[in-house]
């Protein structure tokens, strides 16, 4: 009797399941918000590395606001207020360059910015500015506190003393007390603050699939990813034995040291018609044995890991986009030109004018455009997605304007660029305090 219970309530679940996957798709879809464990402050953090937005190259989250980098400057936005201010408390502080050296608290020239364990982590280039004067001090990963003070050097990254102008630290990932990182094509980790002799290698191997040998590794790097106690990253530009590049995601035991190939992009035959050949992954997003992926004017897809059985999620039906995933949300920016242009007609629409925000069921959740941006920036060209996090999309604009001073006659650029915050249940729209002006 139990187990015809059992078998019975089974036989429900599975009818559920399967009618909550819409007509996209037939196969059963995993409750991905519902099994994401990961902690703020130890882990890393998925909603944040997702990013569309080429000119913000990190953003990360706290508590109670975002840290982001852009131009060489950490802003801080309020999660709450949306008041946005430079991480810098130095009263006499104009936060630009003057007298030939850089010395406010908010100045960072790094490709990489995380919170971690109370603290902000970052790294720099090989040179670093000292006294006006660039010295090269290899690359390095550095700590400061929330409110932009006390910069200090945590650990090398670089295993030439002094540095290496021929070798560089790409993809740092800060995760339950490892950093992750590449150095010249190949993937290593150690204990944050170790010494970097004490570096593990995960992955160097610098071979074809036809055991040729890579011509230059430096062309091939890595997106890192975490999900519990596994480690994940893509490697891009892996050559295949027929010549064509295949991007390549592999999974990472620390504790056992183990490293397993779990998938590559899917052949055109398993995602339709569509030539896959050459073409690689935009955005993706690992998550309970599944991989979440957005391949540029193509539709998302997923793969389960285990068995490699490859589903479309959505049909986007968009020649070209952005996609941002999260824990709770996919969300899609169109980057197709629709003929759409300023409302001064000052500026041309690159793309950017509508944003979808889908579940993981493959149900558009809401459509919201984004014109209104453009009415209120008139000089803005396009929209693009910074984060997914808390229920809302933070949409970070770009804004071009090239133009002649008709006294010199002297050609001059001017950038414009603003973050809004839409809530994602209501599709309202509010421009927070942050924006940057620059013209040269």
């Known amino acids: 009797m139990k187990k015809r219970f059992l078998s019975v309530a089974l036989a429900v679940m599975l009818t559920m399941s399967l009618a909550a996957c819409g007509d ?5 879809l ?166 970097i002799e004490h570096a593990t290698l995960i992955y160097g191997e610098q071979k074809a699939d036809d055991g040729s040998m890579i011509v230059n590794p430096h062309e091939m790097y890595y997106e890192l990813w975490a ?59 690992v998550s309970n044995g599944y991989i979440y992926f957005y391949l540029s004017g193509n539709d998302i897809w997923y793969t389960e890991l285990s068995t490699g059985e490859t589903n479309k999620l959505i049909d986007l039906n968009l020649e070209a986009g952005a996609a941002t995933f999260s824990n709770e949300y996919i969300a899609v920016v169109n980057k197709e030109y629709n003929g759409f242009t300023s409302f001064t007609g000052e500026s041309s629409v690159t793309g950017g004018d509508t944003l979808y925000v889908y579940d993981y069921n493959g149900k558009l959740v809401n459509e919201i455009s984004l014109k209104q941006i453009y009415k209120d920036c008139d000089t803005v060209s396009a929209c693009n997605i910074l984060c997914v996090n808390d229920g809302k999309v933070y949409i970070h604009t770009d804004a071009t304007i090239t133009g002649i001073y008709s006294e010199s006659f002297v050609s001059n650029t001017i950038q414009e660029h603003y973050l809004y915050v839409v809530d994602i249940g209501s599709g309202q729209l509010e421009k927070t305090g942050w924006s940057y002006y620059h013209e040269y």
């Open 24 to 28: 996209n798709n037939s196969a059963k």
């Open 30 to 195: 995993p409750n991905i918000s519902g099994g994401d464990t990961s902690v703020l402050g130890t882990d890393f953090q998925k909603n944040m590395n997702q990013s569309t937005s080429f000119d913000i190259s990190s953003i990360c989250e706290t508590k109670d606001g975002y840290y982001f980098q852009y131009n060489c400057m950490v802003y801080y936005v309020d999660k709450e207020t949306g008041d946005s201010t430079v991480l810098c408390g130095k009263p006499d502080c104009d936060h630009t360059h003057s007298e030939g050296k850089w010395d406010c608290n908010a100045f960072v020239s790094a490709d990489f910015l995380t919170y971690y364990n109370g603290k902000l982590y970052y790294n720099n280039g090989n040179y670093v500015l000292e006294n006006g004067s660039y010295v090269n001090k290899g690359e390095r990963l550095f700590s400061m506190n929330l409110d932009g003070t006390e910069h200090d050097v945590v650990q090398d990254l670089d295993f030439v003393p002094g540095g290496d102008t021929n070798s560089f630290v790409t993809a740092p990932m800060i995760h339950r007390g490892n950093v992750y990182f590449s150095y010249s094509g190949a993937l290593y980790t150690a204990e944050l603050g170790a010494d």
């Open 227 to 285: 999900d519990g106690d596994l480690i994940y990253f893509m490697a891009k530009n892996i050559r295949q034995a027929d010549g064509t590049y295949k991007d390549t995601l592999y999974s990472y035991n620390p504790q056992y040291g183990k490293l397993d190939k779990i998938w590559q992009v899917p052949d055109k035959t398993d995602v339709g018609a569509w030539d896959t050949t050459g073409v690689s992954v935009s955005q993706w997003y």
